[in-house]
C-alpha cells in the first residue's frame, strides 16, 4: 500500500503510505515533500521538508512531523516561505525582534553591569517608551532614520538633554542590532545631530542650597516629624556627602564600627569601584539611633515596610518641608564648601567619591586619603551640627 506515486499528495496518502522514499508534492507544491524513514524500531517515521534556492543555494526546509503537522498546514508553511524568499528575507533566520523586544535585550545585556538597586533600567524603559514609543513595534531591521527624527525632533531643543539621552539609547539599540546581523547601518548615529542641530542648552544643576543654609535645613527635617528611617537617611547622607542610592541602599554589613568606617561594594557606587567612607562623630550617632530601630540587621534605613527606600521618598521629604534642594544638591552644597575652605581639591574629590580621570595621575594615585579625609568630615560635620 503508498508503493504508487502520486502527482499530489493527498490526506489519505499521506496517512496510508508505508513505503520508505520522499515523495513530493507536484510542481505546484512549492517544493514540499513528505520524507518517509523507518526507524530502528521498525517504525515509520514521516517528516515534511521543502526544497528552495536561497542566495543561490539549494536548501531544505524542515517543516514539522506528520501528523502533527498536517498535509494542509504543511502546505501553509511552505507557501509562508516561498513568499519570504521573494521578498529578500532568509526564512531560515531568526525572527527579527521589533525595537521594544530589542530594548528589553539590550537592558538584559546591560543589567549585569548596572548598580544593583540602581534605576537604569527603569530609566531606559520609561524614556525609550515616552519618547519612541512610535519606534515600538517597528522591526529593528526597519527603523529609518526618518523615523528616530520624527521621535527626536519635538524634543530635541526643548528638552535637550532628555533628547541626548533618548538618541544615545536608541543608538545602543541599534548597534546591538548591527552586531545580531539584522541590519548593517545605525539610523541614529551623527546623521540626526547633524540634521537636527547641535542642542547646546545648558545643563540644568541639580538644586542645591548654599553650605552655610545646611544647618538649617537639618534641623528643620529634625523637627519635621518624618518616619525616621526617612529622617535618618536625609541626616546621613549630608553627613557623609553621599549619593541617595548608596544611602538608601546600606546595609549593616558594610558598617565597621571599631574603625569608624563604612565600606560602599563596588556594584554600588557609580565609579564601580569600592568607596570607603570615614565616619564622624555625628554620622556614628544617626547610625546609633538606626541601630535603636533594626536591631543592626538588613538595610540600615528600611522603608515602613522593610524595604529599600524609594528614590522619590527623600525628595519629597524636603518638598514639602520647603527645603529648596533635592538630595543630590547636598554634595554640591559640601563641595563648594571644599573649595571655599581651601580643602585640597583631591581630598574633595575622594571624599565625594569620584574617580580621578587622568589616567596618568590615576596610575600614580594608589591611596584614597582615608585619613586625611576623616578629619575633613569630622570639620564638615561639626560645620553643620
Known sequence: MGSKR?????AAFVRTVNKPGRYGDGRGGHGLSLLVTRRTNGRLSKRWTQRVRIDGRETNLGLGVYPVVTLSEARQ??????????????????AVPTFSQATEQV?????????????????????????????????????TTAQVLAVLSPIWHVKAETARKVRQRISVVMRWAIAQGYREDNPADERVVAALGRNSRPPVHQRALHHSQVRDAIGTIETSGAY???????????????????????TWDEIDKHQKVWSIPA???KTGRPHRVPLSGAAVSVLDE??????????????????????????????????GCVPHGFRTSFRNWCAESGVARE???????????????????????????????????????
Open 267 to 269: 556594584d554600588r557606587t
Open 77 to 94: 508553511k511552505a507557501l509562508g516561505n516561498r513568499r519570504s524568499i521573494e521578498q529578500g528575507r532568509n526564512p531560515k533566520s531568526p
Open 290 to 323: 538606626a541601630h535603636s530601630q533594626t536591631g543592626g540587621r538588613g538595610l540600615m534605613f528600611p522603608s515602613i515596610r522593610g524595604k529599600v527606600q524609594s528614590s522619590d521618598g527623600l525628595a519629597k521629604l524636603l518638598k514639602e518641608n520647603n527645603i
Open 107 to 143: 537592558i538584559e545585556l546591560h543589567s549585569a553591569k548596572w548598580k544593583t538597586g540602581g534605576r537604569s533600567a527603569e530609566l531606559w524603559r520609561s524614556s525609550l517608551g515616552r519618547f519612541a514609543g512610535p519606534l515600538g513595534d517597528i522591526r529593528v531591521d526597519r527603523v
Open 347 to 385: 581630598v574633595a574629590e575622594r571624599a565625594l567619591g569620584h574617580s580621578i580621570r587622568n589616567r596618568a595621575e590615576a596610575a600614580y594615585s594608589r591611596t584614597d586619603l582615608l585619613q586625611r579625609r576623616r578629619q575633613l568630615m569630622q570639620q564638615w560635620a561639626e560645620y553643620i551640627t
Open 228 to 250: 525616621w528611617a526617612a529622617e535618618a537617611a536625609l541626616r546621613f547622607l549630608v553627613l557623609t556627602a553621599a549619593r541617595s542610592g548608596e544611602v538608601r541602599n546600606a
Open 6 to 10: 502520486p502527482k499530489t499528495l493527498s
